[in-house]
């Protein structure tokens, strides 16, 4: 069992879902989330998700583009990405995970970029402009090194593609919140309950939700209907409005907030 799954066991045990904080690599420094990961885990992180920077980040809003911008500036590439993962890894046994868009992957190279993340202590993969049916051949290349490749759902996936996404999951199942690209929010949408039943209903992986969460009464209704809750814009929000000096203790308090909103409801 790999430390992904590992994680969700030891959280469905715990009686909770888990919480994973999303760190744009480079941002505001590379030496600030070489710093973060380790404190944000002892805060109640379950797992990291380690933005590897790109000029068109399609998916993204506003603050993950200036974040990745900033990070781009400080000369970050895909390289220094799998460099500041290695790092982490040496700190922590928690779970990680690089977000990249593909094409810094095909300019690596697929194989050697899978082996080289293997190398450095990664578990799994989230590349958001990567569907199912054009991700076999890095599909393959991750299974060969252990890798967990994370397909993305959305309240439009038919059923059709819940299907297509279920034969081919590992690891968990990203499920978008709502329509649109990230970014805080101040409230999540009202039909994610059925949404997230529907994937649930045909999807035996778990069930990861994330763009729009900030508060923890978001991480509590995703508390009643799957197994993890990714913060990332609200994050970077809480780092923004810090002086340099205060950023790991504001952003360890912040993350204590959502990870006391961790338990699942009593049946």
Do not use: W
């Amino acid at each position: 069992m790999g430390r992904i799954s590992e994680v969700f066991e030891q959280t469905k045990r715990a009686g909770r879902i888990a919480l994973m904080p999303y760190l744009a690599v480079g941002y505001p420094t590379l030496e600030a989330t070489i710093e973060l990961a380790p404190a944000l885990a002892g805060a109640g992180a379950d797992m990291f998700e380690l933005g590897v920077p790109f000029s068109d980040p399609l998916a993204d809003g506003a603050t993950i583009q200036r974040a990745t911008q900033t990070a781009l500036r400080n000369g970050v590439t895909l390289a220094i990405c799998l460099e500041v993962a290695a790092e982490i890894r040496k700190k922590l046994a928690t779970p990680l995970l690089l977000m990249s868009y593909y094409n810094p992957i095909a300019r690596y190279g697929g194989a050697r970029f899978c082996a080289a993340a293997r190398e450095a202590g990664v578990d799994g993969l989230i590349v958001p402009d990567l569907p199912p049916e054009e991700a076999e051949e890095l599909q393959g290349d991750a299974r060969r090194n252990g890798l967990d490749l994370i397909y993305f759902v959305a309240p439009t996936s038919t059923d059709d593609r819940l299907k297509t996404v279920a034969r081919v999951a590992s690891g968990f199942v990203y499920c978008v919140a709502l329509s649109g690209v990230t970014g805080a929010r101040s409230r999540l949408a009202d039909g994610l309950p059925e949404y997230l039943g529907r994937v649930r209903a045909r999807v035996d992986v778990p069930l990861v939700v994330g763009f729009g969460i900030s508060r923890p009464e978001h991480v509590q209704t995703v508390a009643r209907h799957a197994d993890g809750a990714i913060v990332a814009s609200a994050l970077i929000d809480r780092l923004d409005s810090l002086p340099p000096e205060d950023r790991v203790a504001g952003a360890v308090a912040y993350l204590k907030e959502l990870a006391g909103a961790t338990a699942r409801p009593a049946e």
